[in-house]
């Protein structure tokens, strides 16, 4: 059973209660009766088991039965610059590096984008993309919901990096460093943002961009992979260097 993330709102010790979206799904979808347990996230670091006491239209209450702190973080933020992907494929990367524990993930207006979003899509956009990381969050019961930024170009990304940042860019025929041995901050002050280009690469300029904000040309190898295969392997990779995966 999933951690079902909840509005710190919703907790009023000794009890919890459920209404709207998540009531309907736990309710109709998941079909829980009074007096089964189940867990709920406050997004902010603890965890809540509680027991069903109550069913109706308006809400689901619950009594709880403990409450867990989320351990002390001992490494470093790890934030995805993820070129915008078409179809399905940035949904896909979405869910699967939040399942990876991605703390942060910005879409990127890259030029070899095939998809350019209209200003007045971009809400509706990030809403899904939200909903996304969040289920994918409470399916692999994750302590918190990463953040999906407001899209923005290369340029406005690199001048936005809060201080402590060291930025890694995954780039095809470019001398980079390996994955395996760039130099990876250690301290919880930090933060890694690693960036993926799009299904046609970066652009020549973009490069520079990024020579010019000091960001560590990586590579994966010799194998030139999809973008988001590539996000997926570097996101792995560097979870495991980080302590946070195998």
């Not at 965890?47 to 470093?76: M, N, W």
């Not at 809060?162 to 001398?175: F, S, V, W």
């Not at 960001?215 to 302590?243: D, F, H, K, M, N």
Request: glycine letters at 6%; one cysteine or more.
């Amino acid at each position: 059973m999933p951690v079902f993330f909840v509005s710190p709102q919703c907790v009023t010790p000794p009890t919890i209660s459920i209404t709207g979206d998540l009531l309907i799904h736990i309710k109709n979808s998941l079909r829980v009766a009074i007096g089964e347990t189940l867990w709920f996230a406050d997004g902010q670091g603890t965890r809540y088991h509680a027991k069903i006491t109550d069913i109706s239209k308006q809400a689901l209450t619950g009594r709880i039965l403990e409450t867990i702190q989320e351990p002390p973080c001992c490494t470093p933020r790890l934030i995805l610059g993820q070129s915008l992907l078409k179809g399905e494929k940035m949904d896909w990367v979405i869910q699967k590096a939040t399942e990876l524990g991605v703390d942060e993930l910005i879409p990127i207006e890259s030029q070899h984008s095939v998809v350019q979003l209209k200003a007045d899509r971009v809400d509706n956009q990030l809403a899904r993309w939200q909903r996304i990381a969040l289920e994918a969050a409470q399916q692999s019961e994750q302590w918190r919901v990463p953040t999906i930024s407001p899209p923005r170009s290369l340029a406005a990304l690199l001048d936005g990096r809060a201080t402590g940042t060291i930025t890694l860019m995954l780039a095809e025929r470019l001398n980079g460093k390996s994955l395996q041995t760039v130099e990876l901050p250690q301290d919880t002050t930090s933060s890694v943002l690693v960036l993926i280009g799009p299904e046609g690469g970066w652009s020549k300029e973009e490069v520079e961009v990024a020579e010019q904000a000091k960001a560590v040309p990586i590579t994966l190898g010799r194998q030139i992979l999809r973008a988001e295969t590539a996000a997926i392997a570097t996101i792995s990779i560097l979870q495991s260097r980080l302590g946070k995966l195998g």
